[in-house]
T-cell receptor
Framework: QKEVEQDPGPLSVPEGAIVSLNCTYSNSAFQYFMWYRQYSRKGPELLMYTYSSGNKEDGRFTAQVDKSSKYISLFIRDSQPSDSATYLCAMRDSGGSNYKLTFGKGTLLTVNP | GAGVSQTPSNKVTEKGKYVELRCDPISGHTALYWYRQSLGQGPEFLIYFQGTGAADDSGLPNDRFFAVRPEGSVSTLKIQRTERGDSAVYLC??????????????FGQGTRLTVV
């Protein structure tokens, strides 16, 4: 079992839909949780950053972390065609290796106009 | 520069050849990371530099892989005797890692390596 599991999709939704992306993980030492967006042939770009459990909202994006269930989510409201990309969850612990991110496989999202 | 710059953007090489991949981090960033992203997978950690020294090279797959950062800025990832399984996108990232817990790593666009 990989440390971070993420359904690779692909996921196809109509414009304006609410999108839900999820990851599960097995390492209870993970404390920092991130969502990256990666357009085709580009590097990952940080979208959301959350420490420990809870919710964080930024515009149309909401990140949720449930450490008791080892489950994180990213919600995208009013999805736009420009949101079409691969979404990667990533996480790390708070110890000495706080630089080392563990990524999920990524979920390919297409938002259709 | 404005962001992390990686060169070349694409590299095709023959099996058994030696390749060098270059990363120019964001100016002033002390921390630099190399990741490898295979097709359909998330990035996997290779090595981390804090300044000039490799603080953690535990992700390097074998001794054919080596990386340097001699002046604490530009880094070069070197792969000897390339194999077809080395084909992947090699991503570099940098951050102003000052020991805070929430430093953001900025990624470059990657070098797409194809070994034929």
């Amino acid at each position: 079992q990989k440390e971070v599991e993420q359904d690779p999709g692909p996921l196809s939704v109509p414009e304006g839909a609410i999108v839900s992306l999820n990851c599960t993980y097995s390492n209870s030492a993970f404390q920092y949780f991130m969502w990256y967006r990666q357009y085709s042939r580009k590097g990952p770009e940080l979208l959301m950053y959350t420490y420990s459990s809870g919710n964080k909202e930024d515009g149309r994006f909401t990140a949720q972390v449930d450490k008791s269930s080892k489950y994180i989510s990213l919600f995208i409201r009013d999805s736009q065609p420009s949101d079409s990309a691969t979404y990667l969850c990533a996480m790390r612990d708070s110890g000495g290796s706080n630089y080392k991110l563990t990524f999920g496989k990524g979920t390919l999202l297409t938002v259709n106009p | 520069g404005a962001g992390v710059s990686q060169t070349p953007s694409n590299k095709v090489t023959e099996k058994g050849k030696y390749v060098e991949l270059r990363c120019d981090p964001i100016s002033g960033h002390t921390a630099l990371y190399w990741y490898r992203q295979s097709l359909g997978q998330g990035p996997e950690f290779l090595i981390y530099f804090q300044g000039t020294g490799a603080a953690d090279d535990s992700g390097l797959p074998n001794d054919r892989f080596f990386a340097v950062r001699p002046e604490g800025s530009v880094s070069t990832l070197k792969i000897q005797r390339t194999e077809r399984g080395d084909s992947a996108v090699y991503l570099c990232a940098s951050s102003d890692d000052l020991g805070r817990g929430n430093t953001e790593a900025f990624f470059g666009q990657g070098t797409r390596l194809t070994v034929v």
